[in-house]
């Protein structure tokens, strides 16, 4: 719970508008400790290389669109969840969390190509 508590602190003490690249790396952080939690390898090893693809290959640009606020009042609430030992809060949580993010990243990657085809033409 340390561990978390440490991640989920540093994730909303990172700056908000100059350095989104830390902000994207205390988030990455704050997942990927929670992911460990579960102790499922696979899950862990799905999870870093989805990372890696959507902060490598689209360098943090899919996630602008996801408001800063939510994801952060959605880390808290899933951090009180899992201390206050109510996993069933945690993973329904979680679940709009993740359903949140695929949102706003199809929309981004969408706006992504929409861009380059009118950049072809």
């Known amino acids: 719970m340390k561990v978390l508590k440490k991640a989920l602190d540093s994730h909303l003490?990172?700056?908000?508008?100059?350095?989104?690249k830390e902000r994207l790396l205390k988030d990455m952080e704050f997942h990927l400790v929670l992911a460990k939690l579960s102790g499922c390898t696979i899950q862990i090893n799905t999870l870093i290389s989805?990372?890696?693809?959507?902060?490598?290959?689209?360098?943090?640009?899919?996630?602008?669109?996801?408001?800063?606020?939510?994801?952060?009042?959605e880390h808290i609430k899933i951090y009180d969840c899992i201390?206050?030992?109510?996993?069933?809060?945690?993973?329904?949580?979680?679940?709009?969390?993740i359903s949140n993010v695929k949102k706003h990243?199809?929309?981004?990657?969408?706006?992504?190509n929409k861009e380059k085809s009118i950049k072809t033409m």
Do not use: C, W
Not at 54 to 65: E, M
Not at 83 to 97: M, N, P, R, T, Y
């Open 13 to 20: 003490d990172a700056v908000r508008d100059i350095y989104l």
């Open 50 to 73: 989805l990372f890696d693809l959507l902060y490598l290959k689209y360098r943090g640009n899919i996630l602008f669109v996801t408001p800063m606020d939510t994801v952060d009042s």
């Open 83 to 97: 201390a206050g030992s109510d996993l069933a809060g945690a993973d329904q949580i979680l679940k709009q969390h």
């Open 105 to 112: 990243a199809i929309i981004s990657i969408e706006r992504i």
